[in-house]
């Protein structure tokens, strides 16, 4: 079978090559790679940058909300029972209002935070961390592969990342599910998916609960 015209070379996530087509749905094209389980949009139907921000300032995350709040315990909980006392950390894709880094401050972390539209600081990619936290952010990149190499490089050794992002489980209910709806979500992750991408940077990979991962980078 000739491969789909749209398709790219290699998967973006794992960069095996030939990913399948998937599902067309309202005009866009997806596509899943048959060794790590993504599920991604063609990339050149990505959302331009004007429209990503625009959407992200859409978004009411409020930090005085006891609901959000208990949304990031999910990630923040299983991660501090796993740290040190004092560390220091990242909050990479903080968003326009990082509530998690000062959920992490609040309890005796130094955590700093990044992001390319609303906390574009350089510096803070310049230096290394004990811990990386990304809630609701690896569904955006445009090239995960890159961004788990970066965060490799970020991390120092003994080093936790802590991903929450939704997991993709039931390819009958793609089209209508709410998180592909999101014009900003362009590539989505199973359980194996996010396994993979820490067998690949030689990460332990933990499934503290659902929809969260924690990966540690080995000690040297």
């Known amino acids: 079978m000739d491969p789909h015209p749209l398709a790219p070379p290699a998967c973006p996530v794992c960069l095996v090559p030939a990913p399948r087509f998937f599902l067309k749905v309202e005009g866009r094209d997806y ?44 990630l923040a909980q299983p991660l501090l029972a796993r740290l040190a006392p004092a560390c220091e950390g990242l909050d990479y894709g903080c968003g326009p209002g990082p509530l998690l880094a000062g959920m992490l401050r609040e309890a005796g972390h130094d955590v700093a935070a990044y992001d390319p539209f609303f906390a574009p600081v350089a510096t803070m990619l310049q230096r290394d961390y004990d811990f990386i936290t990304c809630t609701e952010v690896v569904e955006h990149f445009h090239r995960p592969a890159e961004e788990f190499t970066r965060l490799d490089t970020l991390l120092r050794p003994g080093g936790w990342l802590g991903i929450m992002t939704c997991f993709q489980t039931d390819d009958a209910r793609f089209a209508r599910w709410h998180y592909r709806r999101d014009p900003t979500h362009v590539v989505f992750y199973r359980e194996a998916t996010l396994r993979v991408v820490a067998r690949r940077h030689g990460w332990q990979c933990e499934i503290p609960g659902k929809d969260v991962v924690l990966m540690r980078k080995p000690a040297v």
């Open 31 to 74: 596509f899943r790679c048959d060794a790590c389980e993504a599920t991604f949009l063609a990339p050149h139907q990505h959302p331009p940058a004007v429209r990503e921000r625009a959407e992200y300032e859409l978004h009411r995350n409020d930090g005085a909300d006891p609901g959000y709040r208990r949304f990031l315990d999910r």
